[in-house]
């Protein structure tokens, strides 16, 4: 059963617009959530993070929040770029664990 | 300063043949991961190493898949036999940070 789904497999937004990506999880041990983005033929590469400590955190046009209660985090990209069109992978772990679970990714397409 | 390499970078072997991936980490990097990407499934941790010890390897499919780490500079991710069902994106990722781990290129399996 998959523990982190982004139940959208595509976004497309216009440049300068805000892209909101959306990521629900299901294990309630899961304390620290980070989002890759990937580029064809390249591995993922690290974008941003949030520990459940906090429900927002921000590094310049990226902010990701966390709502607990809910056990759903988001990405917002403001403002988008033609630049950010990859697939966004949202990852989670818990505890001291190094172990990554990954969602199936989005992939976000920015147009000029 | 280089990031993750591995090698090679595209396969394709016939089904029942021994197929060897490799990796090197950063430089530093104490911690090794091993992940396998499919349309089915996505990103899969497959192994891991802290230390050159494997820690975690319950993502390995099955017997036919073994890894190793000789040293803090080296790994392998070897199947054999390999069948059709392998081919697949194989990457490799390090890190020092608990969490943020940072992927090679991948490999790209095909096993006809």
């Known amino acids: 059963d998959q523990q982190v789904k982004q139940n959208s497999p595509s976004l497309s937004v216009q440049e300068g617009r805000i892209s909101i990506l959306n990521c629900d999880y299901t294990n309630s041990m899961f304390d620290y959530f980070l989002w890759y983005k990937k580029y064809p033929a390249e591995g993922p590469t690290f974008l941003i993070s949030i520990s459940s400590i906090k429900d927002k955190n921000e590094d310049g046009r990226f902010t990701v929040f966390l709502n607990k209660s809910a056990k759903h985090l988001s990405l917002h990209i403001v403002p988008s770029q033609p630049g950010d069109s990859a697939v966004y992978f949202c990852a989670a772990t818990g505890g001291s664990n190094y172990k990554l679970t990954f969602g199936k990714g989005t992939l976000l397409t920015v147009n000029p | 300063d280089a990031g993750v390499i591995q090698s090679p970078r595209h396969e394709v072997t016939e089904m029942g043949q021994e197929v060897t991936l490799r990796c090197k980490p950063i430089?530093?990097?104490?911690?090794l991961f091993w992940y396998r990407q499919t349309m089915m499934r996505g990103l899969e941790l497959l192994i891991y190493f802290n230390n050159n010890v494997p820690i975690d390897d319950s993502g390995m499919p099955e017997d036919r898949f073994s890894a190793k780490m000789p040293n803090a500079s080296f790994s392998t991710l070897k199947i054999q036999p390999s069948e059709p069902r392998d081919s697949a994106v194989y990457f490799c990722a390090s890190s020092r940070v608990a969490h943020e781990q940072y992927f090679g290129p991948g490999t790209r399996l095909t096993v006809t």
């Open positions: 430089s530093g990097h104490n911690s």
